[in-house]
């Protein structure tokens, strides 16, 4: 099983609500990631967990809240995001952070729309 | 900190062959990273390179030339399901995995 599931598939959001993003991976990976990415641009890395860890923040605004609860779930809570936070937001997990280079695996997104 | 250069937009008709360059910027280098993407769909991993040289998986061949900081992706035979988005992507040690601006691969009939 190579797959990386993500809840929910579409989510919009209200400027003062409190919502929560999922990512699960069953492949017994020890890296997990979460991307942004906005309509024809890459996807931009913002917080990185390896082994439960936080071991990466890219000067991501507090309004992001990234949660590793164990070792195959990854939880990214939201609150009081503003309109340019409307992205396709992306999770990942790789074995390792030495192997993201080559064995990256991305699930299918939550399309985040903030109005 | 870590850069990379892609082109824009590639067009190229189903059976030929195209090639997709990605120069990249990076203190330390541990290896540079193909993906695809769909529109709609998630990145999916199709190329790895560490070293220098050529790398075949099927129709899809990757390259790199360290001393040039330089690589590309081959795509031969082209099928219409390949028009995507390609992106190329480096670690470095102690950075971040960046990924490059990418590239939009139309294919035509």
């Known amino acids: 099983d190579t797959e990386v599931t993500q809840t929910p598939k579409h989510l919009v959001m209200g400027m003062t609500n409190k919502k929560s993003l999922k990512c699960e991976q069953h492949m017994g990976h020890r890296a997990m990631y979460w991307y942004k990415q906005k309509a024809k641009k890459p996807p931009e890395l913002m917080f990185v967990?390896?082994?439960?860890?936080?071991?990466i923040n890219e000067s991501v605004p507090s309004r992001f809240s990234p949660e590793c609860p164990n070792s195959s779930l990854l939880n990214l809570h939201l609150h009081a995001l503003q309109p340019e936070d409307s992205a396709l937001y992306l999770c990942?997990?790789?074995?390792?952070?030495?192997?993201?280079?080559?064995?990256?695996?991305f699930g299918p997104g939550t399309r985040l729309t903030v109005t | 900190g870590q850069s990379l250069e892609q082109p824009s937009e590639v067009t190229a008709v189903e059976g030929a062959i195209v090639q997709i360059n990605c120069t990249y910027q990076t203190s330390g280098f541990y290896g540079l990273s193909w993906y695809q993407q769909h529109d709609g769909g998630a990145p999916t991993f199709l190329s790895y390179?560490?070293?220098?040289g050529l790398e075949e998986t099927g129709r899809f061949s990757s390259f790199l030339s360290r001393s040039d900081s330089y690589g590309y992706l081959l795509l031969q035979e082209l099928q219409m399901k390949d028009s995507a988005s390609y992106f190329c992507a480096v670690r470095s040690r102690g950075q971040n995995f960046v990924f490059g601006p990418g590239t939009r691969l139309s294919v035509l009939p």
């Open positions: 990942a997990s790789s074995p390792g952070r030495d192997t993201a280079t080559y064995e990256q695996y």
């Open positions: 390179n560490a070293l220098d």
């Open positions: 967990y390896s082994y439960e860890k936080l071991s």
